[in-house]
C-alpha cells in the first residue's frame, strides 16, 4: 500500500519508516499494482495513444482523464496518486518532470530517451537462458521485445531479471569501456537498470556465481596481509 506522511511525504508501509505515524492512506496493493500495469501499458507501449514526447513523457492530467473514462472503478485517481506511485518505486521506473511523467525503460517503441551517460559501471550484466547463450555469443545482443537492450547494474541484480524466464539464468558480463571505445552509447535508465542499442559479441563473456565468490575471498587474503 502507499500512505502520506505530513512530514516525510509518501511510503509503502504500515507506518512512516522515518517518524512512524501511520500517515494519511492513498492505495491499497491491488490499487498500486493495478495503477502500475496501466501506467506500464500507456508509457512503455503507447496504449491508448496518448500524446508523448519523443522522450516519453506524457501529460499527467491527459493520463488521470483517460483512465477515469474508461475504467469507472478509477474514479479516484488523481495526479497525487502518480506522484505517490513514481516517488515510492522501489526500482525507479518512472520519472516526473513538470507535469508529465515517463517510464524510465521497459520500451517497446521507439523514442529518443536521454540517459544520463556519466558515471557508468565498467562492468554490467545481462541474462539469458542456457539455449539462448550460445547464438548470442556469436551474434551478440539486440533488442527483443523492447526498443532497447535492457543490462544490469551487478550480477545478482542480472540474475533477480532473468528469474523471470528461467530458473538457472546464464550470466554475461558486458565490457563496458570496450563498447565505449567503439561508440556505443550506455544510458542510466533507474538504479539498476542501463540501456543501449546493442552489444557486441566481443564484448560479452559468460561468468558464474563462483567467480564472485573467489574475488571476495581474494580481497579478504590480501586485507588480512596489511
Known amino acids: 500500500m502507499i500512505r502520506d506522511c505530513e512530514t516525510h511525504g509518501y511510503f509503502r508501509a504500515e507506518r512512516c519508516p522515518i517518524c512512524g505515524e501511520e500517515g494519511k492512506f492513498l492505495m491499497s496493493p491491488y490499487e498500486v499494482e493495478r495503477l502500475g500495469r496501466t501506467l506500464a501499458g500507456v508509457l512503455r507501449h503507447g496504449k491508448f495513444e496518448l500524446e508523448m514526447d519523443e522522450q516519453g513523457f506524457v501529460n499527467i492530467r491527459d493520463i488521470i482523464s483517460e483512465v477515469r473514462d474508461r475504467n469507472p472503478r478509477m474514479k479516484w485517481l488523481r495526479p ?19 507535469a508529465d511523467v515517463r517510464a ?36 551478440g545482443l539486440v533488442p527483443s521485445d523492447r526498443a532497447m537492450v535492457h543490462l ?59 567467480e564472485f565468490y573467489e574475488d571476495d575471498d581474494l580481497e579478504d587474503d590480501e586485507g588480512g596481509e596489511e
Open 80 to 98: 497525487h496518486h502518480i506522484e505517490a506511485l513514481v516517488e515510492t518505486d522501489p526500482k525507479g521506473r518512472y520519472q516526473i518532470s513538470g
Open 104 to 139: 524510465t525503460y521497459g520500451h517497446t517503441i521507439e523514442l529518443e530517451l536521454n540517459h544520463p551517460t556519466d558515471n557508468i559501471p565498467y562492468t554490467l550484466y545481462y541474462p539469458t537462458t542456457e539455449e539462448e547463450s550460445d547464438i548470442v555469443l556469436e551474434t
Open 152 to 210: 544490469s547494474r551487478t550480477y545478482f541484480d542480472a540474475v533477480r531479471a532473468g528469474s523471470v524466464r528461467t530458473d538457472d539464468p546464464v550470466i554475461l558480463e558486458i565490457d563496458v569501456l570496450g563498447c565505449e571505445e567503439v561508440g556505443i552509447i550506455i544510458g542510466r535508465a533507474a538504479k539498476t537498470v542501463f540501456l543501449c542499442k546493442s552489444v557486441p559479441p566481443e564484448f560479452l563473456t559468460i561468468v558464474t556465481e563462483d
